[in-house]
């Protein structure tokens, strides 16, 4: 297990230190030092040898990655590993060259990038199963804290341990339907939102998920005070708001969500199916960030782009089979997760 801060060796402690100066630009970090930490963490209890590691995320090591535009040469990817340290350089809108950065980095090491993610890069690292993002808003968390964090994503998920909060508009009743849908600022597409929604909870109900239509003091109250360790939240939101269903719903802002705190961050997992609701390390904070920021959750699958309830239903039923994880049934999302280290990053 990580030892705590007030138990760890001023070495110790200066390896975690050197991470966070190191990718703010400010040093490197020494090989030797490496070498010693990916020696310490094989004894730790996520290492490749546990039963309780899972598949897609073996091995106990990290390498931590900082993108940065440099001009002309395109952008340069910084790679900090426990086992070695190199620079390369990845050129601009390029896949190619982000397939060789995977390649740099040792076999099955969890990837874990840092600052602002480019666009060209963003499916890339949806679809990578072993690459994570931390939030540099998020509290700051021992290495192996960050990796247990990064686990829970990967492990099949327990249908009595999960709810689903549908947000989706539901009014029937043609006048009731127009004033859901204008308040919720949304296409007025009346029959489309009502087949999504029945197959997104036909589809919930038929592998035994629990689906709750998303009333603001039960979402509310899930996520501040409830037990409940996989969360999946499907709702529109425009950056500033979730929008609540029904003629008379409600909605919920983001400085609602940041006055939600829990003492503790539970081993959570959230899913947010919300537009825009996986930006991270960006000017604006997200609905993702917040939750991690605030110690609703350990770590959140979302995405930085729109979202089609269309295909949700579809991504649902794969937990019939009782092996999917919420990173295998959701390729499309990409894995937000607490901040490594001892100090925070600054914000903005």
Request: charged share 25%.
């Amino acid at each position: 297990m990580e030892k705590p801060e007030s138990e760890m060796s001023p070495r110790e402690r200066a390896f975690q230190e050197d991470i966070l100066k190191a990718l703010r630009g400010g040093g490197k970090l020494p090989a030797d030092k490496l070498s010693e930490e990916a020696r310490r963490l094989s004894r730790d209890p996520y290492s490749k040898n546990s039963s309780n590691s899972p598949q897609l995320i073996p091995s106990p090591s990290m390498s931590f990655v900082k993108l940065k535009e440099n001009g002309q040469e395109g952008w340069t990817a910084k790679i900090l590993t426990q086992s070695l340290q190199r620079e390369m350089t990845v050129p601009s809108l390029s896949l190619l060259g982000l397939d060789k950065l995977y390649d740099a980095v040792p076999k099955e090491d969890l990837i874990v990038f840092a600052g602002s993610i480019p666009e060209f890069a963003r499916e890339w690292i949806s679809n990578c199963k072993r690459c994570v993002i931390y939030s540099r808003r998020s509290r700051a968390v021992h290495l192996s804290d960050l990796r247990a964090a990064a686990l829970l994503a990967s492990r099949p998920i327990n249908p009595a341990d999960t709810i689903v909060f549908n947000a989706l508009p539901f009014e029937k009743e043609t006048d009731r339907s127009s004033n859901e849908l204008a308040r919720m600022e949304v296409a007025h597409d009346q029959a489309g939102w009502l087949k999504a929604n029945d197959q997104i909870t036909a589809s919930a109900k038929g592998v035994g998920l629990t689906v709750d239509r998303a009333e603001k003091s039960k979402l509310i109250h899930e996520l501040q005070d409830g037990n409940r360790n996989v969360i999946f939240i499907i709702a529109h939101s425009d950056s500033q708001f979730l929008y609540l269903p029904g003629q008379d719903g409600a909605r919920v802002s983001l400085e609602e969500l940041r006055s939600l705190r829990r003492q503790e961050a539970p081993d959570r997992i959230v899913v947010l199916m919300v537009c825009e609701g996986g930006n991270v390390n960006e000017r604006a904070v997200s609905v993702g960030e917040i939750l991690l920021q605030n110690n609703l959750a350990k770590t959140v699958l979302a995405t930085p782009s729109l979202v089609d309830a269309r295909g949700i239903a579809g991504m649902l039923r794969l937990f019939r089979d009782p092996s999917t994880s919420p990173r295998s049934a959701f390729p499309n999302l990409w894995q937000m997760v607490v901040e490594p280290g001892l100090k925070r990053f600054p914000a903005g």
